[in-house]
């Protein structure tokens, strides 16, 4: 039976109350099923990066495969490889249970510190929409959804849940809307989720304006619209203005509530019946309604691990390579220094929703020690911390209780106290959790319970070392069956972020401490919640010395010193935002001090955004690796050794300083978010302040050099014509290569304000020694348009446009003329 005929049975068939029941969550991640008619539910999951496997409704638990994160994955600028991520990542959602991804992330990277950058891709609209496609038609080809998110102008952390972002309907247009506008025209994602923050004053979740007119009358969306978990904040408005799926369940403003408002024609049955359709379209589509029809999931796979590898290794991009230092020359190397706190404790991903337990996890110094450290000589020195915030306690300082492995064994009672015999026993590497309504796991039926967490704990090294407690309920702490920290009873106070306690102790090294964490949640009526012991080794300013000192050191005694350098776990991280764009602790002093003792330094940095540099001209060769997940340390080695050329090609301008960047002035706000810096976004506004970057929007160095030919585009054309662009590219180096040709337009005269150039196509290629290909592009009238808020439409003025093409948006290699005639 045709798909909408099927709907149509079933709205006629269901009550009211059915219907609106399909309009709210049933739990945390399921939705509502209708058993009289056979509706089934949806089962969600955290995304976008990885099948994020916590306890919950009908979905599976345990590791799945870690991808590296957006901002990595634009890195990449590769479109079938991102789509081919996205079938992998739809085998592990279905082999996890589950029926939609929450991704992608496509809000676009407005200033440099927004904690959530490394979820999303780029500054640019364009790039950000065709990496979105691809992801969604990967993933939606093998029968699991997504939900593109955060609409609209979810671009900070700060004040996110009640915050407005002001923005000028020309700025929308132009830069905030059209990734979402070209996921949902070209690949139709089965949903779009809402963010928390307010636009213009009102709310995402009841914006009529943005979720009506715009994406479901003006471009065709024909899925559900879903709130992002606790961003519903009404009843009325919010139906009314377009939200169909309030999350999580059960429903807070939708329910009783909602069949109140339709008896007390507060609102026509019909709305109801408009978002009930797109639920039950939803539904057909997911082929709930016969399972066996689906493609076979599969997680963990050594086709997946491959595939995470590759991404990474697509990703890393070259930043600087002075005197050709690298890659790495392994038959003269005789030593090689690795050093910083990011080469052991290599960062896979930020932390937040997004964050995916991997199965493991290969670090640039494992992998730099498998591949060559049996014929180089390769020492290793941490050189300093970058622990500036406690941490979840490291699984290596930690022994359970029983069983084997590293962590605390972990006892789950099903009830407020720790009565009777525990429900669930398991190996738990960190306690640091993030519960929703169902709690732990499916077998702790109440609301109410309790775990208790026991072992022992060793710290490799004496001082004076923080505890942190970080939870909603009740928490106890016991070291050596001493209470030495305890939080209590209090909710969160703003949605997301807990209340914490904390304590200081000093700590012999290698001696084992005992200790015991007792949680319990006691009230039934919190949405969510969770628990994080967290610690930090308090700077000692004579141990930071010694071992910086031994870092310089091991740097004069090796050929070539390799600094890892970047944020530490949870530091990047859904909830906050950066403080600054400074790599913490002593890091920069650590890279100075090692480019001093040896002029062959290579810097890798291992973070989700732009940071600074100082030490920019005193070290030949910088590259970056973003959050590369599970197989980052592979691809990092793979590049440094010339295994792999790197490819990969900024998607956000790094900045020489945070006064240079584009929003400075108006960021953060406080109720209100003024984005005054209007259409000039990242590289435009640079271009047009004629500021000069750090590192450009675009940039990416490879291991080879490419040759650009003469454009080929015609010398005009009409309105409504589509504009064949081309070009010649030769690799003209000694190795196979890739690269990125980036096509971009400049208006030369307009009636309004335009960016000196915008990025309107692009193609990676890959290329042996001396061969050539010709690029092909096509351009259309929208291409040469901006939006005209006067005429409330998409305008193409006739005139001179310049094609430019380059390898960045600041290496512009070939251009052309071409006139838009009358």
């Not at 008619?37 to 409704?57: E, K, Q, W, Y």
């Not at 991704?103 to 510190?113: A, D, E, K, L, Y």
């Not at 913490?584 to 090692?594: A, D």
């Not at 003024?674 to 000069?692: A, H, N, P, S, T």
Request: aromatic share 8%.
């Amino acid at each position: 039976m045709h798909i909408e005929k099927r709907v149509q049975n079933w709205l006629n068939e269901m009550t009211l109350p059915e219907k609106v029941s399909l309009l709210s969550g049933k739990d945390a991640w399921s939705t509502m099923p209708v058993e009289r008619l056979g509706i089934p539910s949806l089962v969600m999951t955290d995304g976008p990066h990885g099948v994020r496997a916590v306890p919950g409704g009908k979905r599976l638990t345990g590791p799945a495969t870690s991808f590296p994160t957006g901002l990595a994955m634009a890195a990449s600028w590769d479109t079938k490889l991102i789509e081919e991520t996205g079938i992998a990542l739809a085998e592990e959602t279905q082999a996890m249970g589950c029926n939609i991804l929450l991704g992608p992330c496509v809000n676009i990277i407005r200033h440099p510190t927004a904690g959530r950058n490394f979820e999303t891709y780029s500054e640019d609209p364009y790039l950000a929409g065709q990496i979105g496609a691809a992801y969604v038609r990967g993933v939606q080809s093998r029968r699991i959804g997504t939900s593109v998110k955060h609409f609209a102008c979810n671009n900070q952390e700060i004040e996110r849940f009640r915050g407005s972002s002001v923005v000028d309907e020309r700025t929308l247009r132009e830069i905030y809307l059209p990734a979402f506008e070209t996921i949902v025209k070209e690949e139709k994602p089965w949903t779009v989720m809402c963010s928390y923050n307010r636009i213009n004053g009102v709310y995402a979740g009841e914006h009529y304006r943005l979720l009506t007119k715009i994406l479901k009358e003006e471009w065709g969306f024909e899925g559900m619209v879903v709130s992002d978990w606790g961003a519903n904040h009404t009843t009325v408005e919010s139906i009314k203005g377009g939200l169909d799926m309030e999350m999580p369940g059960p429903a807070k403003y939708y329910g009783n509530l909602l069949v109140e408002a339709v008896l007390t024609w507060q609102i026509d049955e019909e709305i109801i019946n408009r978002s009930v359709a797109r639920v039950l379209r939803t539904i057909l589509l997911s082929g709930q309604t016969n399972p066996a029809s689906l493609p076979p999931g599969a997680v963990n796979t050594i086709e997946h691990q491959a595939l995470a590898r590759k991404v990474a290794e697509e990703s890393v991009t070259l930043l600087k390579n002075d005197q050709r230092l690298l890659p790495l020359k392994k038959e003269t190397l005789k030593s090689v220094a690795v050093i910083g706190p990011n080469a052991a404790a290599f960062v896979i991903s930020g932390d937040g929703s997004s964050y995916v337990r991997p199965p493991y996890c290969i670090s640039p110094l494992k992998a730099l020690q498998e591949k060559i450290g049996g014929e180089i000589k390769l020492n290793y020195a941490l050189g300093c911390h970058n622990n500036v915030i406690s941490q979840p306690v490291n699984p290596e300082y930690l022994t359970p209780a029983r069983g084997t492995g590293n962590g605390l064994w972990g006892e789950y009672f099903s009830g407020p106290d720790f009565s009777g015999r525990p429900v669930m026993e398991r190996l738990d590497e960190k306690v640091s959790f993030w519960w929703f309504q169902e709690g732990p796991d499916n077998r702790i039926k109440s609301r109410q319970f309790a775990v208790r967490w026991t072992g022992s704990l060793k710290v490799p090294a004496a001082g004076d070392y923080t505890f942190v407690l970080v939870n909603t309920g009740e928490c106890l702490l016991y070291l050596d069956e001493e209470l030495i920290l305890e939080n209590r009873g209090n909710p969160c106070e703003d949605g997301f972020n807990s209340p914490s306690s904390s304590t200081q102790l000093k700590l012999a090294a290698g001696r084992p401490y005992k200790i015991r964490v007792e949680y319990r949640k006691t009230t039934t009526d919190e949405e969510r919640s969770n628990i994080s012991l967290l610690l930090s080794l308090n700077p000692d300013p004579e141990n930071e010395k010694k071992e910086l000192t031994q870092a310089v050191i091991l740097a004069k005694q090796s050929d070539v010193a390799v600094v890892f350098a970047g944020m530490p776990e949870v530091f990047e991280t859904e909830g906050n935002d950066r403080p600054d764009m400074e790599l913490p602790g002593r890091q920069n002093e650590l890279i100075q001090s090692v480019a001093r003792a040896n002029p062959n330094t290579v810097v890798v940095l291992n973070c989700g955004a732009p940071v600074t540099m100082p030490w920019i001209n005193e070290v030949p060769a910088v590259l970056t690796a973003f959050y590369p997940g599970q197989e980052g340390g592979n691809a990092v080695a793979g590049v440094l050794l010339g295994e792999i050329n790197p490819s990969g090609k900024l998607t956000v301008t790094f900045p020489q300083r945070l006064e240079d960047t584009p929003a400075y002035i108006n960021y953060p706000g406080t109720r209100e978010v003024f984005y005054g810096e209007g259409l000039f976004v990242g590289y435009r506004y640079y271009d047009k302040r004629r500021i000069e970057p750090l590192f450009p929007f675009g940039h990416g160095l490879s291991y080879t050099t490419f040759e650009y030919g003469r454009i080929e585009a015609p010398a005009s054309f009409q309105p409504g014509e589509t504009v064949q662009v081309s070009l010649p590219v030769k690799n003209t180096g000694r190795q196979p290569g890739k690269e990125v040709v980036q096509l971009y337009i400049h208006d030369r005269q307009s009636s309004l304000p335009r960016p000196p150039k915008e990025l309107k196509a692009f193609s990676k290629i890959s290329l042996l020694p001396g061969e050539s290909t010709t690029v092909h592009f096509e351009l259309d009238q929208r291409a040469f348009s901006f939006y005209d808020p006067y005429k409330k439409q998409w305008t193409a003025e006739p005139g001179e446009f310049e094609i430019l093409a380059g390898s960045s948006s600041r290496d512009i290699r070939a251009k052309t003329l071409i006139t838009l005639i009358k």
